[in-house]
């Protein structure tokens, strides 16, 4: 496999709980709506697509160590990623709303505020 290849399938290892959907032909086209509570998995294995690619790179800068740090606090680094999601996904929302490039130092704040 490729790196990718190999990133990926190691994501939806960890998600057992999307597998089957994965697996489904009549699932891809399913609409996951936030308002019912549904987490879409498909935009979740995505960040933590986003969050492997910001770490390997260090970008934006200092976000490894921070990465280091809440996983320390959490004791594993898949559950130190699921926190780090929330400020991703609030900085890309607000990114998207105000119709400009992310905030980096935002993000970084944001994460910051995890660490204890």
Request: negative net charge.
């Amino acid at each position: 496999m490729q790196p990718l290849e190999r990133l990926i399938a190691g994501i939806i290892q960890q998600h057992p709980e999307y597998q089957s959907l994965l697996n489904s032909d009549n699932q891809l086209d399913k609409d996951f709506s936030g308002e019912n509570g549904e987490t879409n998995p498909y935009l979740h294995m995505g960040m933590h697509i986003t969050l492997a690619e910001q770490l390997s790179t260090d970008r934006p800068p200092g976000i490894r160590e921070l990465h280091q740090q809440i996983t320390r606090q959490q004791g594993d680094p898949h559950a130190a990623e699921h926190q780090m999601m929330e400020c991703l996904g609030l900085t890309l929302w607000e990114a998207q709303q105000q119709n400009r490039m992310p905030d980096e130092t935002a993000y970084l704040k944001c994460l910051g505020k995890l660490v204890k």
